[in-house]
């Protein structure tokens, strides 16, 4: 059974950043692509980045693109978000999820495994 933990959230200023961790345990890590998610007050559940089981670019939302990064560090069996230029509107709890295969993916039904979630505030 795959255990995901994220840490990192908190309360930041408009404009400023934060980096989310993701550690993984129970499972191959390496072999599995990984998500970021985030969810609002009242709204569903997002995609926001998604990286492939050897790293690299990655894929992201419309609406982070050029202010997020994704990255992993296989080694060390974590996930990563850095988050820069944040805005009121990136508001929401956001989760990491393990991908069925070691594509990226999109969709939150192609992620298996999640875990509970850290929260971000960005204050105006």
């Known amino acids: 059974q795959v255990q995901l933990v994220e840490s990192g959230g908190g309360l930041v200023q408009a404009g400023g950043s934060l980096r989310l961790s993701c550690a993984a345990s129970?499972?191959?890590?390496?072999?599995?692509?990984m998500g970021w998610f985030r969810q609002a007050p009242g709204k569903e559940r997002e995609f926001v980045a998604g990286i492939g089981w050897r790293g690299g670019s990655g894929s992201y939302a419309n609406s982070v693109k050029g202010r997020f990064t994704i990255s992993r560090d296989n080694a060390k069996n974590t996930l990563y978000l850095q988050m820069n230029s944040l805005k009121p509107e990136d508001t929401a709890v956001y989760f990491c999820?393990?991908?069925?295969?070691?594509?990226?993916?999109?969709?939150?039904?192609?992620?298996?495994?999640w875990g509970q979630g850290t929260q971000v505030t960005v204050s105006s």
């Open positions: 129970g499972g191959t890590f390496s072999s599995y692509a």
């Open positions: 999820a393990t991908g069925k295969d070691g594509w990226i993916r999109i969709r939150i039904y192609d992620y298996v495994y």
